[in-house]
């Protein structure tokens, strides 16, 4: 059964670049699938991020787009986010997780980013 | 962008109660809908996709409908450990958003 892990600081500053990875263990990234990111502001909702197959094709949140980038490392795995110019309003746990048939059936256990000086 | 609207956004029930919640999508999303179970301070798990297709493990007293622009999950008998927040998400276009969430609380 597939695992996904991320990792990464758990403090950016604000104007910086967040940035985080998301191994893949129990399964190759090369399968047919996409993979996500999506990120919980504490105390609300889910928003989601992007997406990227393992071809390197992504899709992102239109709202977030001149932001992201998501990248795929097919020699380690594991695909990673950044996203520039963060403010406090990026603070949140930000969850990586597996597309199965239009499902996001394999989720990491996320991982708390705060923005802050 | 479609978006995503549930209702109720809280509620409250006891164990043994049936639970309904709705979520409506702006535009027609066929049956792309998913559910996911959230409790506190861990990561979604999904129930329910393709509207009402149970994921593999998840009980049977849940189940879901719906097609177009209206889906409901349905907890047919509230157990304790079902007291969670849950959330629709549509995999029909880009974004793929979810919605605002429904936290199931004790009564």
């Known amino acids: 059964q597939v695992q996904l892990q991320e990792s990464g600081p758990g403090l950016v500053k604000p104007s910086g670049t967040l940035s985080l990875t998301c191994a893949v263990s129990?399964?190759?990234?090369?399968?047919?699938?996409?993979w996500n990111w999506v990120r919980q502001p504490p105390g609300k909702g889910l928003e989601w991020i992007g997406e990227?197959?393992?071809?390197?094709?992504?899709n992102y949140n239109p709202s977030l787009k001149s932001r992201v980038t998501i990248l795929v490392d097919k020699s380690k795995n594991q695909f990673s986010l950044k996203l520039s110019s963060v403010t406090a309003a990026d603070t949140a746990v930000y969850y990586c997780?597996?597309?199965?048939?239009?499902?996001?059936?394999?989720w990491g256990q996320g991982t708390l980013v705060t923005v802050s000086s | 962008d479609i978006q995503m609207t549930q209702s109720p956004s809280s509620l409250s029930a006891s164990v043994g109660d049936r639970v309904t919640i709705t979520c409506r999508a702006s535009?027609?999303?066929?049956?792309?809908l998913n559910w996911y179970q959230q409790k506190p301070g861990k990561a979604p798990k999904l129930l329910m996709y393709?509207?009402?297709s149970l994921q593999s493990g998840v009980p049977s007293r849940f189940s879901g409908s719906g097609s177009g622009t209206d889906f409901t999950l349905t907890i047919s008998s509230l157990q304790p450990e079902d007291f969670a927040t849950y959330y629709c998400?549509?995999?029909?276009?880009?974004?793929?958003?979810f919605g605002q969430g429904t936290k199931v609380e004790i009564k």
């Open positions: 997780a597996r597309t199965k048939l239009w499902r996001l059936d394999s």
């Open positions: 990227i197959y393992h071809s390197g094709s992504t």
């Open positions: 998400q549509q995999s029909y276009s880009i974004p793929r958003a």
């Open positions: 129990g399964g190759s990234i090369n399968n047919n699938t996409w």
């Open positions: 535009q027609s999303i066929s049956r792309y």
């Open positions: 393709a509207a009402s």
